[in-house]
């Protein structure tokens, strides 16, 4: 495992950003928004300064909603996503990473009815194959994070889906916390853990690491997110399922307000790890 997180560096130096990342002990780091193909010079600096200093590019972000209802948005929002896995395959990334999309248009990820249903399936299928047949990467991989908000909401509909889009580039990016959609399968999320790597183990290509807790003052389900460690997920469980996968795969924090917050969650994320065996070896975790 690589893990990975924010280093809050605000400048565009790509060793100082790298050196950031080894400061704090990660061997993984999420593209800026400042590398773009539109500066190849500085895209081939990126990329010398990652590999100088050992940070595998874990992720580029190819944030948007190429489903939205209207279809110049969802044209644009395509095109972004076909710009963005070329930069992934040019920087050799673990993965160029969006979610599917939704029809929902009060924001780029919310929830939708239709979003469930085999029409949005059939158009999620179109858009993938559409995209990796446009850059056909070699060296990244297309994936899509899971999510409460539409079909891909578990391992069985993951599957269903690769095998429905049929294509070697296409991968699963896991965020294990987002698939936390009832109190059942919450409070036994050890089992949840071990059947998603059983079934998707071989296909994950990136992971985000959170923690969440069951809101126990509301009527109906809430779940909220929480500083690693301090919620409800099994981590030593789902350490011990990421010593499995490729030792150069990378996890990585999110969601944090600031860079203390993610130094504890890196604390914690390390003590679960050793708790599952695993060991650090430079930016590596091990087992």
Known sequence: MRLGGSVFYKGTD?????????KKGFGAA??????????????????????????????????????????KEAEKNIRYMIRQLRLAEELEAATCVNILGTKLTANWFGPHGEDYGETF???????????????????????????PYCFLDCPEEYLRFLAAVDRGAAAVHLDICNNMNSPRRFYDNGAYIRHTFGLLGEK???????????REDSLTVAFEEVLLGTG????????????????DTPAVLEHLATEEQYGQAAEAAAEFAVKAGMRREGLRWVR
């Not at 400042?34 to 590999?51: C, T």
């Not at 299928?125 to 559409?130: G, K, L, P």
């Open 14 to 22: 790509p060793e100082e950003f790298a050196r950031a990342h080894v």
């Open 30 to 71: 999420v593209c800026p928004k400042w590398v773009s193909l539109e500066r190849p010079a500085e895209v081939q600096a990126f990329k010398k300064a990652m590999k100088k200093y050992d940070v595998r590019i874990a992720e580029v972000g190819a944030w948007s909603n190429p489903l939205h209802p209207d279809k």
């Open 121 to 147: 399936f059939r158009e999620a299928v179109e858009v993938s194959r559409y995209v990796i047949d446009e850059v056909k990467p070699e060296k990244t991989k297309l994936s899509f994070e899971m999510m």
């Open 204 to 214: 994950i290509a990136t992971l985000h690491l959170k923690d969440i807790r069951l």
């Open 232 to 247: 409800g997920m099994d981590y030593v469980t789902l350490m011990d399922e990421i010593a499995k996968l490729p030792e």
